[in-house]
């Protein structure tokens, strides 16, 4: 039996009992009329809320409206609820719809940034290719390919013998070359962070007993690491052991000074250039000379090796640049810009070893493609003489100087001067080179300044030598610093 409340006739939800009267009433409603009335609704006797008596008895159970004790009305109210568990499932539907449209959004958005990442990653091999080869721009000039001097080559007793035939840029050659240039664009290292510049100064400082006057300073990290060959006035080829400190060989051979000098990177090979129109290419060891390249009519002003190690370009001021084989010592093509009529300053291949670049008397930076023998692209702003140029490692970046006292900064991929750097005035630029992480470029010249790459402001300045710097290079992930000066001297600053 249920209980009634005696003025709603409702199952009460809160029931209690008047003392009174002995009715039970919803305790809200009660409440509320004692607080009007201060009486019991049923006999009108005086009730308070103290006297109220709770009943406590389990959940109670409404019964069903009169209105669904017919067989109609509960059909209704079965509709009614079923209608409402329709109404539920349909907004579950629509979340569940929402979900996976958010989740195509989704998978959509990836899909999209894979396909703009292949884009790019081939837009950067397609950049890379197109830097390598450098389409000739409107406007220049094709060179002509002239037959070459006689090169020269060793005989069975060990002397230097000319050779009439000219070998030329073969097929084999070309293919040679491409292959090497696509590897290095599929193939990118990542090399070890370089050394951060803070407190630096000079470990070594060794007067070499002869002179190295004009002299270049060529320094390998490959083979040797102590190993580094010097040039100078004297005529001579100096290879100094810089863990031992002392000189380890001195090749003698040419009839004028030592203007130009490089380390072979595998092989125990030093090559040399002179104003007396020879290159000439020495064993270490055997502490003799192999081959005399004879591919210019004046002063060899520039030399850099090929990646692959095989060959040689070399540039002039006969106006031309030859390449050449280092083991046969022919000269395979020869190249002059006859437009120009300019003697050529200096020389470096590019990384990838499909492009080069020279510099020129007038003032002028020129890039070649080695396949068409052609000058691809031209760089006018100095107003000096070039006196030297190096690519940086990623084969991004130009720097050039001249004798304007001024440093320069071309970005191959547009083709343009992207910075100057002014230098005090009369100050001379001797030699430029990256390290091989690409963070710093060092100048040798009236003093040694490094340069962070992509800031270009200097982190470091060494004014150490007393007479002019001729060449500078940085040790294995730039370690240390190498130079060499006209003082006679040859320094090592540990960074």
């Not at 809160?14 to 409603?29: D, I």
């Not at 009169?66 to 579950?92: N, R, Y």
């Amino acid at each position: 039996m249920s209980l009634v409340c005696a003025i709603s006739n409702e199952v009460p939800e809160h029931p209690c009992v008047s003392p009174v009267s002995n009715q039970v009433f919803e305790r809200r409603l009660i409440e509320k009329y004692i607080a009007e009335n201060g009486a019991d609704p049923m006999n009108g006797q005086p009730l308070s809320e103290e006297q109220l008596i709770d009943i406590k008895v389990s959940h109670p159970i409404r019964p069903k409206a009169p209105s669904a004790t017919s067989i109609p009305a509960i059909l209704k109210s079965l509709q009614d609820e079923w209608d409402a568990v329709m109404l539920h499932s349909f907004t579950l539907r629509q979340q569940l719809q929402t979900t996976r449209q958010e989740l195509s959004h989704a998978l959509y958005q990836h899909d999209a940034a894979c396909r703009v990442i292949a884009r790019l990653t081939k837009e950067v091999t397609a950049a890379r290719e197109a830097l390598a080869t450098l389409k000739p721009q409107a406007g220049l000039i094709v060179p002509q390919a002239i037959p070459a001097s006689q090169p020269a080559a060793v005989g069975a007793g060990g002397e230097p013998m000319d050779i009439n035939d000219q070998v030329g840029m073969t097929a084999d050659i070309i293919q040679k070359v491409r292959l090497l240039s696509q590897e290095s664009s599929l193939w990118t290292s990542v090399p070890q962070t370089p050394t951060k510049f803070s407190q630096v100064s000079p470990q070594h400082h060794l007067h070499c007993p002869f002179s190295i006057h004009l002299s270049t300073f060529a320094f390998n990290c490959h083979f040797p690491l102590c190993l580094m060959p010097s040039g100078g006035a004297d005529k001579n080829v100096v290879v100094f052991d810089r863990k031992e400190e002392q000189i380890v060989a001195t090749l003698k051979g040419h009839t004028k000074k030592v203007t130009s000098v490089i380390f072979h990177p595998s092989q125990s090979l030093v090559f040399s250039a002179s104003p007396d129109s020879t290159i000439r290419v020495w064993s270490v060891s055997g502490s003799n000379c192999v081959q005399v390249v004879r591919a210019h009519d004046a002063a060899v002003t520039g030399l850099s090796l090929h990646a692959t190690g095989d060959y040689l370009l070399s540039s002039s001021e006969d106006q031309y640049w030859a390449f050449s084989d280092i083991q046969t010592g022919r000269v395979l093509t020869k190249v002059t810009d006859e437009a120009a009529g300019c003697a050529l300053t200096c020389a470096q291949f590019h990384p990838d070893g499909l492009i080069f670049g020279t510099g020129t008397a007038d003032s002028q930076i020129k890039i070649w493609d080695l396949k068409e023998r052609t000058n691809v692209a031209n760089f006018p702003g100095h107003s000096g003489p070039i006196t030297a140029i190096a690519f940086s490692e990623n084969g991004y970046y130009l720097a050039t100087g001249a004798q304007d006292s001024s440093l320069k900064l071309w970005d191959l991929r547009k083709l343009k001067n992207f910075k100057t750097i002014s230098l005090e005035n009369n100050y001379e630029v001797k030699s430029l080179v990256f390290d091989q992480s690409g963070t710093y470029l060092a100048v040798g010249g009236s003093d040694i300044r490094v340069y962070i790459c992509k800031q270009w402001s200097e982190v470091l300045n060494f004014t150490d030598h007393s007479g002019l710097v001729t060449g500078v290079a940085f040790g294995e992930h730039a370690q240390f610093l190498s130079s060499a000066g006209m003082d006679r001297s040859l320094k090592f600053y540990s960074l």
